[in-house]
């Protein structure tokens, strides 16, 4: 069986539209489960229980479930609750952002808690409030230190968004899957894929790694 570069030619417009659609519901569920990350992590680390517990349960329970079901639920499952069905880029938004958040919170809330205590103290001593202190001294302390983590977090959920591609959103793996089904060209679409997840991936970690050289670089100064 020969490799068919002419079929790869005529895809790849189709295939980067994909890539497209991949990278931004990408960035919105990252961008999303940043927030939902720092509440939840500030949440965990809250001495109310009313705050603690709700977020100790959010991010095991996701943690602790597949992304693909969590999809299902809120693509097949919430529209019998609601009443109505949901488009497919809200149900892969929501979901991804979701699952996001919960890593990241752990991500926020093993770098705040790398922060020396004498931090907080020394705030405090200032005469700043505990969120002043949070905010202006152990936040971008803290954000410094997960740059490397959450980038790994944008990598991991750039590939695991293919999973939306089972309630038929035209990311990239489903671009590929309906071309496979009128060209029958397997190899070629799935290693063009291939291809290009690898280029962005690759992509990302240069440019979190040059992020991560630089705020050392302003650290050393």
């Known amino acids: 069986m020969e490799f068919d570069f002419s079929l790869i030619i005529h895809s790849i417009p189709l295939l980067l539209r994909g890539a497209g659609l991949t990278l931004e519901i990408t960035a919105l569920a990252v961008g999303l489960g940043l927030l939902i990350g720092l509440v939840a992590s500030l949440a965990q680390l809250s001495k109310s229980p009313l705050l603690r517990l709700p977020a100790k349960v959010y991010v095991d329970c996701i943690r602790g479930t597949p992304l693909l079901i969590q999809i299902f639920i809120i693509y097949f499952a919430l ?132 992020l991560e050289k630089r705020f050392r670089k302003s650290d050393d100064r």
Not at 151 to 173: C, P, R, Y
Not at 202 to 207: A, C, D, E, G
Request: neutral net charge; proline residues 4%.
């Open 79 to 210: 529209p019998n609750i609601i009443g109505h069905r949901i488009d497919p880029f809200i149900a892969a938004v929501t979901a991804c952002s979701l699952n996001s958040g919960a890593y990241i919170a752990e991500i926020f809330r093993g770098g705040i808690q790398s922060i020396s205590q004498g931090q907080f103290r020394a705030g405090l001593s200032l005469g700043m409030t505990y969120g002043q202190t949070m905010r202006y001294i152990v936040l971008p302390q803290a954000f410094k230190r997960i740059i490397p983590p959450l980038g790994n977090e944008f990598i991991a959920m750039l590939k695991d968004s293919s999973l939306v591609s089972v309630i038929g959103f035209e990311e990239l793996t489903r671009s590929g899957q309906l071309i496979i089904a009128e060209t029958y060209g397997t190899l070629e679409i799935w290693t063009c894929v291939a291809i290009i997840y690898l280029t962005l991936t690759l992509t990302i970690s240069r440019f979190v790694a040059a």
